[in-house]
């Protein structure tokens, strides 16, 4: 298995734009993470999935952030307007989450994001 | 609510000496916990569990229930083990968790050569 896939590796865009961030989890997997990875506020969970279904997005800082899964194998991190601010790196991982015993989480190489 | 503290946000050692990443928990029932490593701009990637018991990479990390801690231990630093550490938390079996983990603000070790 080649592992969480995350894309962009790298974007760099204008604030006001929108961003789209992409995930595709470990076949098999059926919880889905996305973390958010500042100096100054080292890692933070923003929402996360199982079976598909959004499980907690209380992570999740503004209504300008939203997140889909629309099926098993992928997901979207979008931002709209981005600002400057939420430059950061965007992680996702994914793992086999049953409620009786927690499998650890693989993550992917992250989305390194700058809003210029 | 369950919160993990990492109480040393940078930690420097020579290559050689012990070294000790300390993590302490906050949690009503008896959680699983976790060691990720982070190497300089590459992703997160599991070190070790406390219910395997192994040692990875030299490191060990014993569970104290008393004390509430996992501190990662490694007697002989190398300069490969430079890089960001992060304590995780997961509630016990039978949570409707979903495998959701609880991390710490992380430790950056950076070994001395």
């Known amino acids: 298995d080649a592992g969480v896939i995350q894309s962009p590796r790298h974007e760099v865009t204008e604030m006001g734009q929108e961003v789209t961030l992409r995930c595709k989890p470990i076949?098999?997997?059926?919880?889905l993470f996305w973390y958010r990875q500042t100096m100054m506020r080292g890692l933070e969970l923003l929402i996360y999935?199982?079976?598909?279904?959004?499980?907690?997005d209380s992570g999740m800082p503004e209504d300008r952030f939203s997140a889909k899964m629309p099926n098993a194998s992928f997901s979207t991190l979008k931002i709209q307007p981005s600002e400057p601010r939420d430059s950061a790196v965007y992680f996702c991982?994914?793992?086999f989450g049953t409620g009786r015993l927690s499998q650890p989480q693989h993550f992917g190489d992250g989305t390194r994001l700058s809003i210029l | 609510a369950q919160r993990v503290t990492q109480p040393e946000k940078l930690l420097s050692v020579f290559k050689g000496a012990p070294v000790e990443l300390k993590c302490n928990y906050s949690y009503s029932g008896s959680p699983e916990l976790f060691w990720y490593v982070q190497y300089s701009r590459q992703r997160l990637q599991l070190l070790l569990r406390?219910?395997s018991r192994e040692s990875i990479k030299g490191f060990t990390a014993d569970l104290n229930k008393g004390e509430t801690s996992f501190h990662l231990k490694k007697p002989f630093a190398q300069e490969e083990d430079s890089a960001m550490y992060y304590c995780a938390l997961s509630p016990s079996a039978g949570g409707t968790s979903y495998g959701k983990l609880t991390f710490g603000q992380g430790t950056i070790l950076t070994v001395h050569p």
């Open positions: 999935f199982n079976n598909n279904v959004p499980i907690d």
């Open positions: 076949s098999g997997h059926n919880s």
């Open positions: 991982a994914s793992s």
């Open positions: 406390h219910i």
